[in-house]
């Protein structure tokens, strides 16, 4: 396929983001985006987006089942597709909390994939914990960025949280024709 500056491979996302598990409360809904290196070009889809609050009642995992159909083209590896999530929760005053970030690298080899990304959220001195006890709220990543670049994320003091259970098929056209190789 002929594109702008030339012809491109084709790598296809399709999938859902499944729901969420481990996590302390219920009433969850998960905001993400997919980030990618210069040399890829959005073809279709979107690449980010927000899920509905799942509140399950009797249940350990909140349900999304949100859909995921993004189509790219590229010159190459460099810069393959990454998953940032952002889990929050939501009380019933619908106030809104951050539960955790999780990033993953979307798989390169062709096929569908069952995926589980564990998450994370800052933990904040000892005053902003126990704040966060009583009022809710907590540390939050000034930037988002953070979440899948930079050795930034490593200095971080943090807590583990629940994980994000992910169904993605991945399809490549075109990589032979065009030499990428995975």
């Given at each position: ?51 509905q ?7 350990e995992m909140?349900?999304?089942s ?71 709220g ?37 990589f032979?024709?065009?030499?990428v190789?995975?």
């Amino acid at each position: 396929m002929a594109q702008e500056g030339g012809a491109m491979a084709e790598v296809h996302i399709i999938g859902q983001i499944v729901g969420a598990s481990g996590f302390p409360q219920h009433s969850l809904f998960c905001k993400w985006g997919v980030h990618t290196g210069g040399a890829w070009k959005l073809l279709s889809g979107v690449v980010e987006g927000q899920t509905q609050v799942d509140n399950p009642q009797n249940e350990e995992m909140a349900f999304w089942s949100h859909p995921i159909d993004i189509h790219f083209a590229t010159k190459g590896l460099q810069g393959w597709p990454k998953l940032h999530l952002q889990v929050w929760h939501q009380d019933s005053f619908g106030r809104n909390e951050l539960y955790g970030y999780g990033f993953l690298h979307i798989p390169s080899t062709p096929g569908t994939h069952s995926l589980l990304t564990p998450t994370w959220r800052p933990s904040g001195t000892w005053q902003e914990q126990i704040s966060q006890m009583f009022v809710g709220g907590g540390p939050q990543l000034k930037s988002p960025s953070l979440i899948y670049g930079g050795a930034d994320r490593y200095r971080l003091q943090t807590t583990s949280m629940g994980q994000v259970h992910l169904e993605l098929t991945v399809l490549h056209r075109n990589f032979e024709r065009y030499g990428v190789e995975c």
